[in-house]
């Protein structure tokens, strides 16, 4: 299995900027679908984006495309998500997740603990 360890959340003014990175240990991380979710308090949790095994292909959410950009590092075994334009409604604890296949539903294999990420107005 892999696991996998989010950093770089924390309070930013609407407008802000955040790059969230997912440092994976275990297996090949190269042999990973990667992703991105959020869960905001009462709501579930809900994809963010994801990125196919190479860097090759992403996928994003309505929500977010054009302000988030979903990449990966193979050589570091490092998935990042770099949020602009950030908006109060993009405040959430943020995981990345580890796949097989490109899904954008919340079933993934591995899980990170998660980053709280909040965005004052």
């Known amino acids: 299995q892999v696991q996998l360890v989010e950093s770089g959340g924390g309070l930013v003014q609407a407008g802000g900027s955040l790059r969230l990175s997912c440092a994976a240990s275990?297996?090949?991380?190269?042999?990973?679908?990667m992703g991105w979710f959020r869960q905001a308090p009462g709501k579930e949790r809900e994809f963010v984006a994801t990125i196919s095994w190479s860097g090759g292909s992403t996928y994003y959410a309505d929500s977010v495309k054009g302000r988030f950009t979903i990449s990966r590092d193979n050589a570091k075994n490092t998935l990042y998500l770099q949020m602009n334009s950030l908006k109060p409604e993009n405040t959430a604890v943020y995981y990345c997740?580890?796949?097989?296949?490109?899904?954008?539903?919340?079933?993934?294999?591995?899980w990170g603990q998660g980053t709280q990420v909040t965005v004052s107005s």
């Open positions: 997740a580890a796949h097989f296949t490109i899904v954008t539903t919340p079933t993934y294999l591995y």
């Open positions: 275990g297996r090949t991380f190269s042999n990973y679908i």
